[in-house]
């Protein structure tokens, strides 16, 4: 079991593994902790936002909608690879979830097929909303694919996991597509790679 990391030492690990860090208004309180707890934390979840426009698609994953609150995840990563930073703490990015894939990525094994949507998932993983239009279509810039592979490995590294723990919301929820447009096998690949 993972406490989620300070708010101060999840910025320094970002910028350790040399993320561009764009801070968001007071992110490190915008959060939906008065609706259940932050953790134990056990993995990192990657998403695509089904937007297009940069300063669009920060907004909305900041303030959400009318009837999805933000912010919807912790992180949203633009086309050129920055990470905007929109909140930390609880976020509506996960939603519920297999209660086999928790336990999958907390036992760090391969993972099973999701069938059910059981378990809280905004409680157990970061989140980090990446900028694209969702359609199989749109492109993903190197710079965005790195940016993934490193905030990732940064998690990773501060809480002892491996590449194992980080997976896509297709992989969570039954009927998730995100992200779209690359593999969740070969973002971890890259992951193992750089945490070696």
């Not at 209660?99 to 905004?122: F, H, M, S, Y």
């Not at 998690?155 to 039954?174: F, M, N």
């Amino acid at each position: 079991m993972a406490p989620p990391m300070s708010a101060s030492r999840f910025l320094d690990a970002l910028k350790d593994e040399g993320v561009t860090v764009v801070e968001v208004g007071d992110w490190r309180h915008h959060n939906r902790n008065h609706k259940g707890p932050w953790g134990p934390v056990h993995g990192v979840m990657i998403h695509h936002t089904a937007t297009s426009g940069s300063q669009r698609t920060v907004e909305i994953c900041r303030d959400g909608y009318a009837s999805l609150p933000g912010p919807l995840c912790h992180g949203v990563i633009t086309k050129d690879g920055h990470v905007h930073l929109v909140g930390y703490g609880r976020a509506n990015h996960a939603g519920l979830g297999d209660d086999d894939v928790l336990r999958a990525v907390i036992a760090e094994k391969a993972l099973p097929a999701d069938n059910e949507a059981n378990t809280d998932g905004n409680r157990h993983f970061y989140g980090f909303e990446c900028e694209n239009r969702g359609n199989g279509e749109d492109p993903w810039p190197d710079a965005q694919l790195d940016a993934i592979e490193r905030v990732s490995a940064a998690i990773c590294r501060h809480h002892g996991w491996t590449h194992r723990s980080v997976i896509g919301h297709l992989e969570w929820q039954p009927g998730k597509i995100d992200p779209k447009g690359f593999t969740m096998k070969t973002m971890r690949e890259r992951i193992e790679e750089r945490l070696k």
